[in-house]
């Protein structure tokens, strides 16, 4: 009996490694993108390389959703997470797209920008790290912020019906 029990033992043990070894994977969802310019060159157009990679500023009202009201999702043109929801999104008049929030925490992150004699702040996107815009203080209830992105770093996915 001992014998089958260790033989099972043999068995079994790999069959929970393989298992542990897979919860692990599954959490790499989550996990950042790194890819080298070049790699990025292939898969954006020159437009979205300029904003997502060279932090790249779209020139006002020339975006494709500064005046755009369809309700969807917005997500990564890189990365394809999800960033906002059009439910968020507001007229700021201001020539981009602006949202007074970004659909998850993990969605985006935030760096002090000091550039252009300016202090702002700039968000990326949580996954991949590409360019997106600023966000500022001026925007509407419930949060006050203003999301200032360029539609260029957009992906729009509208709601399925
Ligand atoms: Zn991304």
Redesign the pocket.
Known sequence: MKIYKLILLLIISPLILISQSNKKTGKMENEK?KKSDKEWKEILTPTQFKI?REKGTERAFTGEFYDFHEKGTYS??????K?FNSDSKFDSMCGWPSYFEPISKDAIEYHKDLSYGMSRIEVT??????HLGHVFDDGPPPTGKRYCINSGALKFEPFKK
């Open positions: 993108i997502l990564c043109a890189a990365c394809g997470i960033l996107c949580g996954k991949c790290g590409g």
